[in-house]
C-alpha cells in the first residue's frame, strides 16, 4: 500500500511518498514540490488560479499513486492559519474520500520529537526545526537535496509509518 504525507501551504506544497512493504530503504520514499509562487496581497483572482494549480497538481498524485491513506500536517488554529490553506486541504481531503482514500491527522511537533528522539531539544523557530529534521534525515539516508518543505512532509510519512506499525525513516 502506497502512504502519502502532505506538507501544505500555498506558495510550497510538498509530497512523501513510499510503499510500506517490508524491506523498503531510502531508495522506495519519493518526494516532489509545488512552488505557488508569490501572488501579491489582494491579487484575490491570482490567489485563486494559485490554489487551483495547487489542487491539480495534488490531484494529479492521488489519482496516479492511488495511495491506501494521505497524511496532513494539523493546523495550529492558535497561529491563525491560512484560510486559503484551510481551504486547498479541506477540498483535497474531500477528493481523498471521493476516491475511498483514509485521510490522517498528524501532529508535527509530535512528528519531529519522534525523528529526534526524546532527548533532543527541537527549536521553536519553524524554519529551524526544518533545518534540523533535515539534517537527521539525511544522516539517516535522506538526498541532501531535500527542500525544507519535502523534509516536512518527510517527518509526516516517517510518523504515518510508525503509526500503521511499518518500519520507521529514521531508525
Not at 512493504?21 to 491579487?43: I, L, N, Q
Not at 486547498?88 to 471521493?98: D, F, N
Request: proline share 4%; hydrophobic share 40%.
Amino acid at each position: 500500500m502506497i502512504i502519502l504525507a502532505c506538507d501544505q501551504s500555498v506558495r510550497g506544497f510538498a509530497l512523501a511518498w513510499t510503499d510500506t512493504g517490508p524491506g523498503r530503504g531510502w531508495e522506495h520514499v519519493h518526494t516532489a514540490r509545488f512552488d505557488g509562487g508569490k501572488v501579491s496581497r489582494g491579487d484575490d483572482a491570482g490567489a485563486l488560479v494559485r490554489l487551483r494549480a495547487v489542487y491539480m497538481w495534488v490531484d494529479r498524485y492521488l489519482v496516479d499513486l492511488h495511495p491506501g491513506c494521505v497524511g496532513f500536517e494539523s493546523y495550529g488554529f492558535s497561529a491563525k492559519p491560512d484560510m486559503n490553506v484551510v481551504e486547498l486541504v479541506g477540498a483535497i481531503k474531500l477528493r481523498c474520500l471521493q476516491m475511498n482514500t483514509a485521510v490522517q491527522t498528524v501532529q508535527q511537533s509530535s512528528a519531529r520529537k519522534r525523528v529526534c528522539g526524546p532527548d533532543v531539544k527541537i527549536p521553536r523557530k519553524g524554519e529551524d526545526a526544518k533545518k534540523l529534521m533535515r539534517q537527521i534525515l539525511t544522516s539517516a539516508g535522506a538526498p541532501a537535496t531535500l527542500s525544507l518543505d519535502e523534509t516536512d512532509a518527510l517527518v509526516i510519512l516517517n510518523n504515518m509509518l510508525f503509526t500503521s506499525g511499518g518500519r520507521t525513516l529514521v531508525p
